[in-house]
């Protein structure tokens, strides 16, 4: 079955622009969490939604946003963009909310602030 | 706050080498897993384990939790290039979030 999808794969932003990332699930998956990625810092959880409610949230600024639609897909969106949002994020599926089981990265988008 | 810290970041062998990746924490975890992530991709799931001294084996990779369930660790024997990534503990309590660690990137040269 497909993976987890995420688009844009790479892209460069202006400080201060907003961007907006989207995750498709593996399908019949109802949870999707994203992560940050950066060499500095590692992978930190941004948060998870299932069922399009948002379950759990990561030690992020309220310019980190996110939702998931019915069809399980979610976006993230980063407003006012700075140079240090330039990082790996990263989408993670499963069927249920995270409980110990298998999660499923997909291959994340690069996101370049400059 | 980073609650899990792998040693060492860095490992850099040769192709046959043995290798041990640790992962500590001053928390106490319902779960532990490892991941490994190569260029380009996201992080993979290689193991769960559960049970404080528990271990498991997966070829050539040995995993273990600590008997306080607050650290882990890899061993892998007779390394190839093909290992070659990043290795990423990650812990949970209970239906959390996941927290990853720092991370280790190994490097097996042939």
């Known amino acids: 079955k497909a993976g987890v999808t995420q688009t844009p794969r790479y892209l460069i932003k202006t400080r201060g622009q907003q961007v907006t990332l989207s995750c498709s699930p593996i399908s019949g998956h109802r949870s999707v969490s994203w992560y940050q990625q950066t060499p500095g810092q590692g992978l930190q959880f941004l948060f998870e939604?299932?069922?399009?409610?948002?379950?759990n949230k990561g030690n992020f600024p309220g310019r980190f946003s996110g939702r998931q639609f019915s069809n399980s897909r979610s976006e993230m969106n980063v407003s006012t963009l700075e140079l240090g949002d330039s990082a790996l994020y990263l989408c993670?599926?499963?069927?249920?909310?995270?409980?110990?089981?298998?999660?499923?990265f997909g291959e994340g988008s690069w996101l370049t602030v400059v | 706050t980073q609650l899990l810290e792998q040693s060492p970041q860095f490992l850099s062998i040769q192709e046959g080498e043995n290798l041990t990746v640790y992962c500590n924490s001053s928390?106490?975890?319902?779960?532990l897993q490892w991941y490994r992530q190569e260029p380009g991709e996201g992080p993979v799931l290689l193991v769960t384990?559960?049970?404080?001294?528990e271990v498991k084996k997966l070829k050539r990779l040995t995993f273990q939790f600590g008997d306080a369930r607050k650290d882990s660790s890899l061993h892998i024997t007779a390394a190839q290039p093909g290992d070659t990534g990043l290795y990423l503990c990650a812990g949970a309590w209970g239906t959390d979030k996941l927290i990853f660690g720092t991370g280790t990137r190994l490097q097996v040269f042939p």
């Open positions: 993670a599926s499963s069927f249920e909310p995270f409980s110990g089981n298998t999660i499923y």
């Open positions: 384990v559960v049970t404080g001294g």
């Open positions: 939604y299932f069922s399009e409610t948002q379950r």
């Open positions: 928390s106490v975890f319902s779960s």
